[in-house]
């Protein structure tokens, strides 16, 4: 008996000794904690950058941190591009590249790590990355580095431009060089021989490309070509990114009645010529030209108006070809449209604004309201009485412009006046549905606050080199926000009126006198304008000057 309570006694030990054991040995990272989100580093690889006599084989590549399989193939790629196939992996800690033995001889190779290399935690590399290894006895060392202007994440291609390939070829080719922009938009390509290149800006969603249809957003260059002698660096290299996008297209008609109807397009139509623009064709025979106007509440549409539609017959939209310079801007497209049997009896509505609205009086008095109405009607058809009036009594005269039959502009004639309250009132004239409102009265309370502040900006550029020069001042809060003026030919300028607000400032120079900045043409190349980013933000203050002295634009 008591050997067998021994024998129990040593097993219960041994057990809950071996359980000790184990929860020493087991580390683990403490749960909890801050997020990791420091982002991963290159801390060697074997063979290590710079070897020259390198004949292929594998590359390890060591890093600061665990790094993540996921998008492992698309985070690397070689240049110029082999000939064989080549595989990357992770291998425990170390990722592992399997490069083919037929390579080029007293050549410079170069693996590019991009911004998808993430670590187990999913942070990116801070910066794409190079290295560089070479089959003959030097590792080349020119390298081109700049800035593309974006607000999205950009990459840069680059190409040899060899003899025998025609300038406006070259970005159809695969690039024979890629790498990722920083956050801020710089980048730096390393390790090229001499020679003459083609450089070009892309999303970085279009990375590794040739220029073509799926390719949206690009930066032209402000020079055909950039020319490298040996160990040379060429820097300040510049890009400002657009998208690209593709034709205008009618995708969609619909025929709300017999007199209207919205037209859907695959993007936004400000700026198209509204001029015989759209045709309804019905029983192929009868042919309309309506009316054609911006839809007030989408600049996707565009709303059409006629005088009377058939029904139950064929019914075909049909958009007209607009081409400019040989591009097609809108594309010839015909639809199959039906129009309703039933009259549209529902009454008069007003869109916008409601029954609120708070305004802040510009320079010139404005902003006018906006009456948005649910349909077309006739402008010299007299729908409402209006009547606007401020602090609860006083008459107010103003102006009322009909600018399109579904848009009312109404502003006081001596402007709005600051910090009041203003009661404007539509009442309809007609009791027809279709162009009067259910209530028949439409008020709307507006309450105006303190006058918009304005400010003045000048500044002298020293060593001005281009005689055709605009500064435009861009709002950082809206960007669509731009004042442009000239450059005098005493290198001064001048914003007289400029809202308050943050700004930053474009030089560029006008080559076409548009004064507006020309980002170039990819077919037939065509380079932008040279332009310069003045790099701190200007802060506009109500009545306040703000002088800029001795500004550089770096052309010295």
Same mark, same amino acid.
Not at 46 to 60: A, C, L, V
Not at 262 to 273: I, T
Not at 544 to 555: A, F, P, R, S, V
């Given at each position: 008996?008591?050997?067998?309570?021994?024998?129990?006694?040593?097993?219960?030990?041994?057990?809950?000794?071996?359980?000790?054991?184990?929860?020493?040995?087991?580390?683990?990272?403490?749960?909890?904690?801050?997020?990791?989100?420091?982002?991963?580093?290159?801390?060697?690889?074997?063979?290590?950058?710079?070897?020259?006599?390198?004949?292929?084989?594998?590359?390890?590549?060591?890093?600061?941190?665990?790094?993540?399989?996921?998008?492992?193939?698309?985070?690397?790629?070689?240049?110029?591009?082999?000939?064989?196939?080549?595989?990357?992996?992770?291998?425990?800690?170390?990722?592992?590249?399997?490069?083919?033995?037929?390579?080029?001889?007293?050549?410079?190779?170069?693996?590019?790590?991009?911004?998808?290399?993430?670590? /187990?935690? #999913?942070?990116?590399?801070?910066?794409?990355?190079?290295?560089?290894?070479?089959?003959?006895?030097?590792?080349?060392?020119?390298?081109?580095? #700049?800035?593309?202007?974006?607000?999205?994440?950009?990459?840069?291609?680059?190409?040899?431009?060899?003899?025998?390939?025609?300038?406006?070829?070259?970005?159809?080719?695969?690039?024979?060089?890629?790498?990722?922009?920083?956050?801020?938009?710089?980048?730096?390509?390393?390790?090229?021989?001499?020679?003459?290149?083609?450089?070009? #800006?892309?999303?970085?969603?279009?990375?590794?490309?040739?220029?073509?249809?799926?390719?949206?957003?690009?930066?032209?260059?402000?020079?055909?070509?950039?020319?490298?002698?040996?160990?040379?660096?060429?820097?300040?290299?510049?890009?400002?990114?657009?998208?690209?996008?593709?034709?205008?297209?009618?995708?969609?008609?619909?025929?709300?009645?017999?007199?209207?109807?919205?037209?859907?397009?695959?993007?936004?139509?400000?700026?198209?010529?509204?001029?015989?623009?759209?045709?309804?064709?019905?029983?192929?025979?009868?042919?309309?030209?309506?009316?054609?106007?911006?839809?007030? /509440?989408?600049?996707?549409?565009?709303?059409?108006?006629?005088?009377?539609?058939?029904?139950?017959?064929?019914?075909?939209?049909?958009?007209?070809?607009?081409?400019?310079?040989?591009?097609?801007?809108?594309?010839?497209?015909?639809?199959?449209?039906?129009?309703?049997?039933?009259?549209?009896?529902?009454?008069?509505?007003?869109?916008?604004?409601?029954?609120?609205?708070?305004?802040?009086?510009?320079?010139?008095?404005?902003?006018?309201?906006?009456?948005?109405?649910?349909?077309?009607?006739?402008?010299?058809?007299?729908?409402?009485?209006?009547?606007?009036?401020?602090?609860?009594?006083?008459?107010?005269?103003?102006?009322?412009?009909?600018?399109?039959?579904?848009?009312?502009?109404?502003?006081?004639?001596?402007?709005?006046? /600051?910090?009041?309250?203003?009661?404007?009132?539509?009442?309809?004239?007609?009791?027809?549905?279709?162009?009067?409102?259910?209530?028949?009265?439409?008020?709307?309370?507006?309450?105006?606050?303190?006058?918009?502040?304005?400010?003045?900006?000048?500044?002298?550029?020293?060593?001005?080199?281009?005689?055709?020069?605009?500064?435009?001042?861009?709002?950082?809060?809206?960007?669509?926000?731009?004042?442009?003026?000239?450059?005098?030919?005493?290198?001064?300028?001048?914003?007289?009126?400029?809202?308050?607000?943050?700004?930053?400032?474009?030089?560029?120079?006008?080559?076409?006198?548009?004064?507006?900045?020309?980002? #170039?043409?990819?077919?037939?190349?065509?380079?932008?304008?040279?332009?310069?980013?003045?790099?701190?933000?200007?802060?506009?203050?109500?009545?306040?000057?703000?002088?800029?002295?001795?500004?550089?634009?770096?052309?010295?």
């Amino acid at each position: 008996m008591t050997s067998n309570r021994a024998t129990v006694l040593f097993y219960f030990n041994l057990i809950f000794c071996l359980i000790l054991l184990n929860s020493c040995a087991a580390v683990k990272a403490p749960s909890g904690g801050p997020k990791d989100t420091t982002p991963p580093e290159l801390i060697g690889s074997e063979p290590p950058q710079g070897t020259t006599g390198w004949n292929g084989g594998k590359i390890r590549l060591f890093f600061s941190e665990y790094m993540s399989e996921t998008g492992l193939e698309k985070a690397f790629s070689i240049s110029p591009k082999l000939k064989g196939q080549w595989a990357v992996e992770l291998q425990d800690d170390v990722i592992v590249i399997e490069i083919p033995e037929e390579l080029e001889s007293n050549r410079t190779y170069i693996l590019t790590m991009s911004r998808d290399l993430k670590d /187990e935690h #999913g942070v990116s590399l801070e910066k794409g990355g190079q290295i560089a290894f070479s089959t003959g006895d030097i590792i080349d060392s020119g390298e081109i580095s #700049g800035k593309l202007y974006d607000e999205e994440k950009v990459s840069v291609h680059l190409w040899k431009w060899k003899e025998d390939i025609h300038r406006d070829s070259v970005y159809f080719y695969q690039p024979e060089y890629t790498t990722d922009a920083d956050d801020d938009g710089s980048f730096s390509l390393q390790y090229l021989s001499s020679g003459r290149y083609c450089i070009l #800006g892309v999303g970085r969603e279009s990375v590794g490309r040739p220029v073509g249809p799926a390719v949206f957003r690009l930066g032209l260059p402000i020079s055909e070509t950039l020319f490298l002698s040996d160990q040379d660096i060429i820097t300040n290299v510049t890009m400002r990114m657009k998208t690209h996008e593709s034709p205008l297209k009618l995708t969609r008609s619909d025929v709300v009645d017999q007199r209207w109807g919205r037209l859907f397009f695959n993007r936004s139509v400000k700026e198209l010529p509204l001029e015989n623009l759209i045709y309804i064709i019905q029983e192929d025979t009868l042919l309309f030209i309506p009316e054609i106007f911006s839809d007030p /509440e989408n600049d996707n549409n565009l709303i059409f108006f006629v005088d009377s539609l058939n029904r139950n017959v064929k019914t075909i939209v049909k958009s007209t070809l607009i081409k400019n310079e040989n591009k097609i801007v809108l594309d010839s497209v015909k639809i199959k449209a039906k129009v309703p049997s039933k009259t549209d009896t529902t009454f008069l509505e007003i869109k916008k604004p409601g029954k609120t609205l708070i305004l802040s009086p510009d320079k010139d008095g404005g902003p006018p309201v906006e009456i948005i109405l649910s349909r077309p009607v006739k402008k010299y058809r007299p729908l409402f009485t209006y009547t606007l009036t401020k602090n609860d009594t006083d008459m107010v005269t103003m102006n009322i412009v009909w600018e399109t039959p579904m848009k009312i502009n109404f502003l006081p004639k001596n402007g709005w006046e /600051e910090n009041l309250i203003y009661s404007l009132t539509l009442e309809s004239l007609d009791t027809l549905r279709y162009v009067s409102l259910e209530d028949s009265i439409y008020s709307i309370k507006i309450t105006t606050k303190d006058r918009l502040g304005y400010g003045r900006l000048t500044g002298m550029i020293v060593n001005q080199q281009i005689q055709q020069l605009v500064v435009e001042a861009v709002s950082i809060e809206n960007s669509v926000d731009r004042y442009p003026t000239v450059v005098n030919s005493d290198s001064t300028f001048e914003l007289n009126t400029l809202p308050s607000g943050k700004y930053t400032l474009l030089f560029f120079e006008d080559a076409d006198n548009s004064q507006d900045y020309s980002y #170039g043409e990819v077919l037939p190349f065509k380079p932008a304008e040279w332009f310069y980013v003045y790099p701190d933000t200007i802060d506009i203050r109500a009545n306040w000057d703000y002088e800029l002295k001795e500004i550089n634009l770096g052309l010295n």
